[in-house]
Every structure is written in C-alpha cells, then in structure tokens.
C-alpha cells in the first residue's frame, strides 16, 4: 500500500492491497450472446414484461 500511495491536488490516494494490475479478464462475448438470445426469447413470450 505504501507504494501506492500518492499525494494530489490536496488528496490523498491509495491502490487497494488486494488488487493486481495485470488482471486477465476472459473473453465471455459467446457467453453474452447466448443470454442475450435467451433474454430475447423469454420477452416474445411474456408480452407485458416486455413492455415493462
């Protein structure tokens, strides 16, 4: 933490401990596709929560 730690415009900022800068996030675009179709499908079905 103390390595992080900067002093700007009158404020102080830390980086969190926990966190890693070099975080790899995994592709999930397949996966998004996918519950958009489902999401699409349970609106045809369900009219009023579509229009909701």
Do not use: C, T
Not at 9 to 37: E, T
């Amino acid at each position: 933490m103390e390595s992080s730690l900067v002093h700007e415009d009158g404020f102080y900022m830390m980086g969190l401990p926990w966190r890693d800068d070099a975080v790899s996030m995994p592709n999930n675009i397949a996966l998004a596709h996918i519950r958009l179709q489902q999401l699409k499908k349970k609106l045809s079905r369900e009219p009023m929560l579509h229009v909701k």
